[in-house]
């Protein structure tokens, strides 16, 4: 286990944001974890939650020495989370390049009454990039795509979707859904958080297969 950039003590002790090019992160970790005699090249496996469903897939379209992988949750496009979000007429303002116009008049929504919550929960989410400002933060998460780099990816993944994604609704099938949890069986919401006993099993039988 180890904290990449932009996340835990890699962001809050060392100032260290996101990458989108993840694989310059993972490739190092492999050759560290290959110079170990304790360590089955041939069974090398990885595992990735929440918005790291992007970067395992973004990884292995670079890096092949894993056996397999899993993306507890497929993420193809993170920017589509933080566009539905953003009120259509500031939005088309951005994507139309008319960033001016987007920074101040999100600036000025932010200030009217009850939308300090909004306004934090930006700058909170935009600080992992490693950014401050709307539209900034914004050409920052446009960058997290794999759109044109996941045909490359060779490695057998399993991806999760599940029923009820606040997050990344609908992107898992986009890579290739192998494992679909529901709301029936209790298991709904970002990575299934009341279910995670059943998502262990079931990645865990699995990843059995693939290294035997």
Same mark, same amino acid.
């Given at each position: 286990m180890f904290?990449?950039p932009g996340?835990q003590?890699?962001?809050?002790?060392r100032?260290?944001?996101?990458?989108?090019?993840?694989?310059?992160?993972l490739t190092?970790?492999v050759?560290?974890l290959?110079?170990?005699?304790?360590?089955?090249a041939?069974?090398?496996t990885?595992y990735?939650v929440?918005?790291?469903?992007?970067?395992?897939?973004?990884a292995l379209?670079?890096e092949h020495r894993?056996?397999a992988a899993i993306?507890d949750?497929?993420?193809v496009?993170?920017?589509?989370?933080?566009?539905?979000?953003?009120?259509?007429?500031?939005?088309?303002?951005?994507?139309?390049?008319d960033?001016?116009?987007?920074?101040?008049?999100?600036?000025?929504a932010?200030?009217?009454p009850?939308?300090?919550?909004?306004?934090?929960t930006?700058?909170?989410?935009?600080?992992?990039?490693?950014?401050?400002?709307?539209?900034?933060g914004?050409?920052?998460?446009a960058?997290?795509d794999?759109?044109?780099?996941a045909?490359?990816?060779?490695?057998?993944?399993?991806v999760?979707?599940?029923d009820?994604?606040?997050?990344?609704a %609908?992107? *898992?099938a986009e890579?290739?859904? /192998?494992? @679909?949890?529901?709301? +029936?069986? %209790?298991? *709904?919401y970002?990575?299934q958080? /009341?279910a @995670?006993?059943?998502? +262990?099993?079931?990645?865990?039988?699995?990843?059995?297969?693939?290294? @035997?």
């Amino acid at each position: 286990m180890f904290e990449g950039p932009g996340q835990q003590s890699m962001l809050f002790e060392r100032d260290i944001p996101f990458r989108q090019d993840w694989e310059k992160v993972l490739t190092p970790v492999v050759d560290f974890l290959l110079a170990r005699d304790d360590v089955d090249a041939d069974k090398l496996t990885l595992y990735g939650v929440s918005q790291a469903g992007y970067w395992v897939p973004r990884a292995l379209a670079f890096e092949h020495r894993f056996a397999a992988a899993i993306a507890d949750g497929g993420v193809v496009d993170t920017a589509r989370s933080w566009h539905q979000n953003i009120p259509h007429v500031l939005l088309a303002a951005y994507l139309k390049g008319d960033k001016e116009r987007f920074d101040k008049e999100l600036e000025l929504a932010f200030r009217l009454p009850g939308t300090h919550t909004g306004k934090m929960t930006w700058n909170f989410r935009s600080r992992p990039y490693g950014v401050s400002g709307y539209s900034a933060g914004l050409d920052a998460v446009a960058q997290y795509d794999l759109t044109d780099v996941a045909a490359q990816i060779t490695t057998p993944l399993y991806v999760v979707e599940t029923d009820g994604d606040q997050f990344f609704a %609908g992107q *898992s099938a986009e890579l290739a859904t /192998l494992a @679909r949890f529901t709301q +029936e069986e %209790g298991a *709904s919401y970002h990575y299934q958080p /009341l279910a @995670r006993e059943i998502t +262990e099993q079931r990645m865990f039988d699995w990843m059995d297969e693939q290294i @035997r």
